[in-house]
């Protein structure tokens, strides 16, 4: 047996009596945020004063920043428009890897564009790229790494996106899945920058095409609200010495904060923006900002958080559409609520292991055309492939 | 020679095959109908559908939690989902050189080999050859509903047949049935309650 | 392509049964089974309806056809479930009528009689089937009795016009003559009038099973035929003079007026009428032509005693072929006075004769009494006007038949006497002739044959009498003395078996009671089979023919005594030679 369970049985008291006295310190805390909520409700210029003065003392400082709606604002679900266009993306990789027998990197893109009133079916596309061989490494020689190749795919999401944008009946949404801004710690800052501009580049061409964006963000963890009212909670000197790394409200999420005011399905909160290094470059109209959503049926409920661009958090009303189409769209799936459009792109942009094998194949042969000398695989890989499951006819 | 092609070959055996297709496919072949399968030149194995299959995934297991499912989901689903439609297919006979044979096909088809739906002409040709032999082949495997089979089949072959011209197929071909189960009184009577139907 | 029994159904009733000459040849069954001793089992393929018990088959198995009798027939399942439920109430009548067809079915059973070899193909081999066909017409090769089986699923087939001509003969050849036709096809059967004459022959039916047209039937045969004198003792007069059907009130013509020169009317007593008609003559009995077993015979009619042999023994020793001339003079208790004047019997009674002749007086007083019934016979006559019992034996001869018709007389004792009487004396000339024809005496020329027709023979041939009677000395004879009878009876358990067993030919209508029909069938193979056909009988026109006279036992739709009867029969009158035509006339 793999796991000794006896040893583990004997560490589970301890584990639960902690994991208790940490939840009931949290709720702690949590009471003390939704009275801050309550109390700034409508300060809304003194927050906006306060996180204006912490941008200069704090260095990554990360947290909601206030628009113009109070901090406790429920906005119910409006009704859905009769016909629209909802389309999502999703993207999938086969990441270059030193196991395999040849370096390459394949980026799938899977689209759907459903015109809802419309009765069609909805249109599938899939958008599969071969990496240039030459992009594949590092200036030091090196693969690039799998954060990279992330950060490409989320280009290519938005490129398709825009891609397929022509001609839309409006309203248009498209989603894709997580933040719409770009949150990564790559090594290679060069490159990172040359695709922000890119990935920039096309959110401005959906702007012009009028063709909604947000990036949907299921089960959020974060704690943006949490942190914009410890900035009011702390003294100018503690503000100097806060670090994100150690924090007042440590474990009060957004989510639990929110829940008890968000109780009708479709119902969403205030709109933010966000506050961070990286949304910096998201300037203008592309300023990102959020809400949340709650997706959840009667009695249950589940809250997303929706990322979009200024463009859309100032007109009320196509955040009105926004909000009545994710919540059909997460409700069609029941309940497990996601949206269903964006379930959909993924399945389509999967790259099973038999095309995984089928495009390595493609290359050797292609390889070995040419003369090149390809490695073996590694060991490791050769073991792993050797599991498939086959079916066999039995009448 | 009929172009409505149904699936493509998904596994196979001797005495049958299951055939792969998208559920937009799926209006044409219907349980009992018969199929062919070109393999070479002048050779090509016939058979009857005993099964159409519809497999479930997560997402259509989540989708029926849902109280509402717009049209256009359901046709996403049905039109564009790679949902595994399977249709089982059980081998009647052989077609070589241009004669029908009611054996079972020395080769079966293989992996991807198209499917195409039997035209009338060609289920009347299949059918009126001979004597009967390929009702062996659905009697053989009582695991299957050949009551049922047996009666859809009877009433698309018939309906091929009086548009050849033969009306006295179908008598024939059920009173062959009787002939080869009138030592399983259960069965035939079960068979002919489910021919009386149609 | 198909199998030809697949479209059948053995149980359907809605059709009809249809019978033609094309239908003959068509399969009605295959064999299933069976073998020598027990009868042939075939699967029938036709409806049940279209064939009936008695039917006559042929089995085609290779090169050789098996004839036979369907003789019963056994509804049968693959699988007892399928009879037990109604699935006509559940399944659509097309679907119940297939499944029907192929579950439900009806067994034959065929008595096979006969088997011959078939010719070979004409057009495949003409020179085999010309030697095949030579062969048949020299008779080597003919129906022969059953000596192997057929082949399994060898076809069923009705036997058509031909085959029944093939076994019974076709009609206008030779001796066959129509008797009737066959049940389901309607063919003609013939019996062959001289093999039937060959042995005693036997017709029997209950009554109004139309005994006496069929009977008219064969006698007008044998009289057309002219091969044979016959003899009819007619005691209800209905064979000779025209007649009235008791049941449809139609004129049913007789003998005499068909065959007016060939048949001679003769009456029993001095100035009898028969219906109204003058005779061609009378017959009167001389009292010197009574013999003592004549009396004898009457033992059960007239009631005698033990002791009267001995008193007839001991008249005929006193008074030769006078005895019942002196017998019927003599008076009883007739007494006169002697010499002495004591009153003693008188010299011409019985008692003296008793006294005289050592025989018990009261026994010769008794039989005396009894025999008045005779005494007081009209047509018993000590002198005759003529020899008319000679010129009856000259008729015969002479290729001329005799109706005796009884007139009045129509009581047992005159049917029994007379018919006994003169058969006896027509059986001693015949038997006289014969021996002097055999051996080879200068002039004598072979005697004709002779049939004699008797009414209502159990009176004749009971137990008790067929000791004492010529008859069943003819019928145990054969043809040996070139006599032979047709019996005519209603009830043939009442006539001794071994006379029964004699009979060459039998022809029966449907008989009611079941000794009788064991009785027709004593000592013939397949019996249990003909019983079943016997008893099923139509009760009108339908008679069943079998033993020796025929090939093959078969159950015929009997021809109809009418007057297109008469017609077929002397179609050919007009071309007959004026010869002919006067001597019918009487010249």
């Known amino acids: 047996m793999p796991v000794n369970l006896l040893d583990i049985q004997k560490k589970l008291k301890g584990f639960g009596a902690q994991a208790l006295a940490r939840k009931e310190e949290i709720a702690v805390r949590q009471k003390e945020v939704t009275d801050l909520i309550q109390g700034y409700a409508h300060r809304l210029d003194e927050l906006k004063a306060r996180v204006s003065y912490a941008a200069d003392v704090v260095r990554h400082l990360r947290c909601a920043l206030p628009v113009d709606e109070p901090l406790d604002t429920v906005v119910p679900k409006p009704p859905l428009p009769k016909k629209f266009t909802v389309m999502a993306a999703d993207g999938s990789q086969i990441n270059p890897s030193r196991h395999a027998q040849v370096a390459f990197c394949v980026i799938n893109v899977g689209l759907i564009k459903m015109v809802r009133g419309s009765g069609l079916t909805p249109e599938i596309f899939t958008q599969s790229q071969l990496l240039d061989y030459d992009s594949l490494f590092t200036p030091s020689g090196v693969l690039i790494s799998e954060g990279m190749v992330a950060l490409k795919r989320d280009l290519r999401e938005r490129e398709a996106l825009a891609d397929l944008a022509e001609d839309l009946l409006l309203p248009a949404i498209s989603m894709t899945d997580g933040p719409l801004e770009l949150y990564r710690e790559p090594q290679e800052t060069r490159e990172f920058e040359k695709t922000l501009d890119q990935y920039l580049g096309v959110l401005k061409r959906l702007h012009e095409q009028g063709l909604m964006t947000l990036g949907y963000v299921d089960k959020p963890g974060s704690s943006l609200i949490g942190q914009l009212l410890e900035l009011v909670e702390l003294s100018d000197q503690d503000l100097e010495a806060y670090s994100h790394r150690q924090r007042k409200f440590a474990g009060v999420n957004d989510v639990s904060l929110l829940s008890d005011l968000l109780v009708n399905p479709g119902d969403r909160s205030a709109i933010f923006a966000i506050h961070s290094e990286t949304s910096q470059r998201f300037k203008g109209d592309l300023a990102l900002h959020f809400f949340y959503l709650n997706v959840g049926t009667p009695g249950k409920t589940h809250l997303a958080r929706v990322e979009i661009p200024a463009w859309v958090a100032c007109d009320h009303d196509l955040v009105g559409v926004l909000q009545a189409v994710l919540t059909e769209q997460t409700c069609i799936m029941g309940s497990r609520p996601y949206p269903y459009i964006l379930h959909r792109a993924h399945e389509v942009a999967v790259v099973t292991l038999p095309e995984h094998q089928h495009v390595e194949e493609m290359i050797v042969a292609e390889f070995d055309r040419r003369g090149i000398s390809v490695d073996e695989k590694s060991n490791k890989q050769y073991h792993k492939d050797l599991d498939r499951t086959k079916t066999r006819y039995q009448g | 020679m009929s172009e409505i092609e149904i699936g493509r070959l998904l596994r196979s055996g001797t005495t049958g095959f299951v055939v792969g297709c998208k559920v937009n496919q799926l209006n044409a072949p219907s349980f009992g109908a018969m199929v062919r399968v070109p393999l070479e030149a002048q050779y090509q194995v016939y058979g009857v559908i005993y099964d159409i299959h519809i497999e479930d995934d997560g997402l259509v297991r989540q989708l029926i939690t849902a109280q509402d499912v717009p049209e256009e989901v359901l046709k996403d689903n049905r039109e564009n989902r790679n949902v595994p439609v399977e249709i089982g297919v059980l081998a009647l006979g052989y077609e070589q050189g241009g004669r029908i044979f009611h054996l079972l096909p020395p080769r079966p088809p293989l992996s991807l080999d198209a499917i195409f739906l039997c035209s009338s002409g060609e289920v009347a040709h299949f059918t009126g050859e001979g004597r009967f032999g390929y009702f062996r082949h659905i009697l053989r495997d009582r695991d299957k509903p050949i009551e049922e089979l047996l009666a859809a089949h009877l009433y698309q072959a018939r309906a091929a047949q009086v548009d050849a011209g033969n009306e006295a197929w179908y008598q024939m071909a059920v009173g062959e049935l009787i002939t080869l189960m009138r030592d399983d009184y259960q069965g035939l009577i079960k068979t002919l309650s489910a021919v009386s139907e149609i | ?587």
């Open chain 3, 1 to 587: 392509m198909f199998n030809s029994h697949l479209e059948t159904n053995g149980n359907d009733m809605s059709e009809q049964t249809v019978s033609t000459s094309e239908e003959s040849h068509k399969p009605i069954g295959y064999i299933i089974g069976g073998g020598l001793k027990a009868n042939l089992q075939a699967r029938l393929t036709v409806p049940a309806q279209k064939v009936q018990e008695g039917a006559f088959v042929v089995v085609e198995s290779g090169n050789w056809l098996f004839y036979g009798l369907v003789t019963d027939m056994q509804l049968g399942s693959t699988d007892p479930r399928f009879a037990d439920e109604q699935t006509e109430t559940r399944l659509p009548p097309e679907l119940a009528k297939l499944l029907h067809g192929q579950t439900l079915f009806t067994n034959l059973e065929v008595m096979a009689a006969l088997m011959m070899e078939q010719g070979p193909d004409m057009n495949e081999d003409p020179e085999a089937y010309q030697t095949w066909f030579q062969k048949v017409m020299e008779e080597e090769i003919r129906p022969e009795p059953v000596k192997t089986v057929p082949q399994h699923h060898a076809e069923v087939r009705l036997a058509g016009a031909g085959d029944i001509a093939e076994i019974f003969g076709k009609e206008g050849e030779k001796a066959f003559f129509r008797i009737g036709d066959t049940i389901e096809g309607g063919h003609p059967v013939c019996v062959n009038l001289d093999k039937l004459v060959q042995r005693s022959s036997g017709i029997f039916g209950a009554t109004g099973t139309g005994k006496s047209f069929l009977t008219r039937v064969i006698l007008a045969g044998l009289i057309k035929r002219d091969k044979t004198a016959v003899l009819i003792f007619d005691m209800h007069n209905e064979y000779g003079p025209d007649d009235t059907a008791s049941d449809t009130g139609m004129r049913v013509p007789g003998l005499k007026g068909k065959f007016p020169s060939k048949v001679r009317m003769v009456g029993l007593g001095r100035g009898a009428t028969i219906r109204g008609k003058t005779p061609d003559y009378t017959l009167e009995i001389a009292e010197s032509d009574i013999m003592p077993e004549d009396i004898l015979m009457l033992s059960q009619e007239l009631n005698l005693r033990e002791t009267t042999p001995a008193t007839l023994n001991a008249l005929f020793n006193k008074f030769g072929r006078n005895w019942f001339h002196e017998f019927k003079n003599m008076r009883p208790h007739a007494v006169q006075e002697d010499d002495e004047g004591n009153k003693v019997p008188a010299d011409d009674s019985i008692e003296a004769w008793a006294n005289e002749a050592n025989v018990h007086q009261l026994a010769a007083i008794g039989l005396h009494n009894k025999l008045n019934r005779l005494f007081d016979c009209p047509y018993i006559v000590e002198n005759p006007a003529g020899d008319a019992l000679n010129q009856m034996i000259n008729n015969l001869d002479n290729g001329q038949h005799i109706v005796l018709s009884f007139g009045d007389h129509e009581e047992d004792l005159d049917y029994l006497f007379v018919s006994n009487l003169i058969t006896r004396r027509i059986r001693d000339v015949w038997e006289h002739r014969t021996n002097n024809f055999r051996s080879g005496h200068q002039g004598a020329t072979e005697p004709r044959p002779l049939v004699i027709a008797v009414e209502e023979a159990h009176k004749l041939l009971n137990r008790e009498m067929a000791s004492q009677t010529t008859f069943s000395t003819i019928a145990r004879e054969m043809r040996k003395y070139y006599v032979t009878l047709l019996i005519i009876d209603q009830r043939p358990s009442q006539i001794y078996d071994e006379v029964m067993s004699q009979l060459g030919t039998r022809i029966t209508g449907w008989l009611g009671d079941s000794d009788d029909i064991q009785s027709v069938l004593t000592g013939l193979a397949g019996r249990d089979a003909l019983r079943g056909m016997l008893a099923h009988l139509q009760p009108k026109e339908e008679v069943l023919m079998l033993g020796w006279g025929v090939p093959m036992p078969i159950v015929v739709h009997s021809r109809r005594y009418d007057d297109a009867f008469w017609e077929e029969l002397l179609e050919k009158k007009d071309r007959r030679s004026n010869r002919d035509i006067l001597k019918d006339i009487g010249f």
